[in-house]
């Protein structure tokens, strides 16, 4: 499967971070054959029609909608290129994260390695305009540097983000609320890293030297679900990935993934989803997700 990389931009500032409009994205990124990358992705579709397969989802794409892409996440495009247009908002993490001095900052925007709710947000015309218009200004800066372009750049980034952040929250009622830690944000990005060989929740509250009680208020507060529901989400998903995407048996994925056994992996996956690995298998094929 492909990989496209992020390649740094003739921009006049060396940032991981670049605004391409429909023209210089390229037809031959809205393809039908699944790939990833290794940057994030915000997609906002000025016009449009069809759907992208992300994470296991459907999206329908419309006109004003937004489309959140974490990277390495597997997409695949169905697309009717007729008259569509759009803008991509591109960036990698670690300069985001050191951009704004918060490296949790891409797991503290909701809709970035969103499990369960939907990866994309449909916007009202005003204020889809006004992001357009942002962006537009962004991609400037980025061609013609100024003393203080960096400065003009922070903040109308983060604008962009923390706002459609506050849009998507209230639309599923997530808490976008300070707090004195940042546990929950802390155990989602920690998921990322080590779902294939840690699976319990005591390995995650050791290496956050917090309680099990602590971790779920925090994880309660932030995502809506527990720790333990967070836990089974990712592991989830990391199983449908290997199923769909690798040519693995299930002996290997179960071993990949520390699974004492191959019975235990497939209970997992039925209890989960209500499907045995086969029979989900077989819905895909048949172009039904779940």
């Known amino acids: 499967m492909k990989t496209i990389k992020f390649h740094k931009t003739e921009c006049g500032v060396d940032f991981l971070l670049n605004v391409l409009p429909y023209k210089e994205i390229g037809e031959n990124y809205f393809t039908d054959e699944t790939f990833n990358t290794d940057f994030f992705e915000i997609i906002f579709f000025k016009s449009g029609s069809g759907s992208i397969e992300l994470n296991h989802q459907s999206i329908q794409v419309k006109k004003n909608s937004v489309i959140f892409i974490s990277p390495f996440q597997k997409r695949k495009w169905n697309l009717v290129k007729k008259n569509l247009d759009c803008t991509?908002?591109?960036?990698?993490?670690?300069?985001?994260?050191?951009?704004?001095?918060?490296?949790?900052?891409?797991?503290?925007?909701?809709?970035?390695?969103?499990?369960?709710?939907?990866?994309?947000?449909?916007?009202?015309?005003?204020?889809?305009?006004?992001?357009?218009?942002?962006?537009?200004?962004?991609?400037?800066?980025?061609?013609?540097?100024?003393?203080?372009?960096?400065?003009?750049?922070?903040?109308?980034?983060?604008?962009?983000?923390?706002?459609?952040?506050?849009?998507?929250?209230?639309?599923?009622?997530?808490?976008?609320?300070?707090?004195?830690?940042?546990?929950?944000?802390?155990?989602?990005?920690?998921?990322?890293?080590?779902?294939?060989?840690?699976?319990?929740?005591?390995?995650?509250?050791?290496?956050?030297?917090?309680?099990?009680?602590?971790?779920?208020?925090?994880?309660?507060?932030k995502f809506n679900v527990t720790a333990t529901t967070l836990l089974k989400q990712r592991l989830l998903l990391e199983i449908k990935n290997l199923l769909i995407h690798s040519n693995k048996t299930i002996q290997e994925i179960a071993y990949e993934l520390n699974f004492s056994e191959p019975n235990h992996l497939m209970r997992f996956f039925k209890s989960q989803t209500g499907k045995t690995t086969t029979e989900f298998l077989e819905s895909y094929q048949n172009g039904i997700l779940s």
């Open 88 to 221: 991509m908002l591109a960036f990698q993490e670690d300069f985001l994260n050191d951009f704004f001095a918060d490296k949790l900052f891409t797991f503290k925007l909701l809709y970035f390695y969103q499990l369960e709710l939907p990866l994309v947000l449909e916007i009202e015309e005003i204020s889809f305009k006004t992001y357009c218009e942002q962006l537009t200004e962004i991609k400037t800066e980025l061609l013609a540097t100024k003393a203080d372009s960096v400065h003009i750049i922070r903040s109308l980034l983060y604008y962009i983000l923390q706002k459609i952040n506050r849009q998507y929250a209230e639309k599923h009622h997530l808490s976008i609320e300070n707090s004195a830690n940042n546990y929950g944000f802390d155990f989602k990005r920690l998921l990322e890293i080590h779902i294939k060989e840690k699976q319990r929740i005591s390995d995650y509250t050791e290496i956050l030297n917090i309680s099990r009680i602590t971790l779920n208020k925090a994880v309660k507060e």
